[in-house]
T-cell receptor, first 113, second 118 residues
Framework: DAGITQSPRHKVTETGTPVTLRCHQT?????MYWYRQDPGHGLRLIHY???????DKGEVSDGYSVSRSKTEDFLLTLESATSSQTSVYFC????????????FGQGTRLTVV | AQTVTQSQPEMSVQEAETVTLSCTYD???????LFWYKQPPSRQMILVIR??????QNATENRFSVNFQKAAKSFSLKISDSQLGDAAMYFC???????????????FGKGTHLIIQP
């Protein structure tokens, strides 16, 4: 199994509070991604990174920011959590930007109350 | 933008039988990759099978095979000799061959919930 660890695995937070999810990899892959999974929507790309300090927006980036200060860590921040951000969040990694399959973390279930 | 459509929200099959999950996609690219991922109740995303668009031969992995019809933009997954452990959500996903200056990630369908009847 690819070495990807997401933390925390579960979190409940209140509306308006900041939340940071962490993705840590031990594979030294260049590309890292954050997806959210909601019923009836599959997985949708939030943000991705193609190197240290190199990030870009995905399909559903509003309300989220990311940072990558080290190859192994990719952080997803909800500056002010809203109930619409209740979801399961997945981190993924890949060595190449296209073609190669992505390897996924175990997911983080975030509930905003 | 690419889109991936899975028209079957749920499928049910008897153990040991064969089931086919449907997937269609829309893209203007000529080179790309297609994947089927399995998500069991554990929530882990597991790669089942992968197909390169430039390959005419359909990919096969043990009991899993695909029917890739490039002109029709169709990519179905056939599971033979279904087992209880195959019960899961199955997602079809697309990934382009060429990205514009960065990685664009995977585009997923909404998933098909596969039930295995003992």
């Amino acid at each position: 199994d690819a070495g990807i660890t997401q933390s925390p695995r579960h979190k409940v937070t209140e509306t308006g509070t900041p939340v940071t999810l962490r993705c840590h990899q031990t594979e030294n892959h260049r590309y890292m991604y954050w997806y959210r999974q909601d019923p009836g929507h599959g997985l949708r790309l939030i943000h991705y990174s193609y190197g240290v300090k190199d990030t870009d927006k995905g399909e559903v980036s509003d309300g989220y920011s990311v940072s990558r200060s080290k190859t192994e860590d990719f952080l997803l921040t909800l500056e002010s959590a809203t109930s619409s951000q209740t979801s399961v969040y997945f981190c993924a990694i890949s060595e190449f930007p296209t073609g190669e399959e992505a390897f996924f973390g175990q997911g983080t279930r975030l509930t905003v109350v | 933008a690419q889109t991936v459509t899975q028209s079957q929200p749920e499928m049910s099959v008897q153990e040991a039988e064969t089931v086919t999950l449907s997937c269609t996609y829309d893209t203007s690219e000529s080179d790309y990759y297609l994947f089927w991922y399995k998500q069991p109740p554990s929530r882990q995303m597991i790669l089942v099978i992968r197909q390169e668009a430039y390959k005419q031969q359909n990919a096969t992995e043990n009991r899993f095979s695909v029917n890739f019809q490039k002109a029709a933009k169709s990519f179905s997954l056939k599971i033979s000799d279904s087992q209880l452990g195959d019960a899961a959500m199955y997602f079809c996903a697309y990934r382009g061959m060429y990205s514009g200056g960065g990685a664009d990630g995977l585009t997923f369908g909404k998933g098909t919930h596969l039930i295995i009847q003992p």
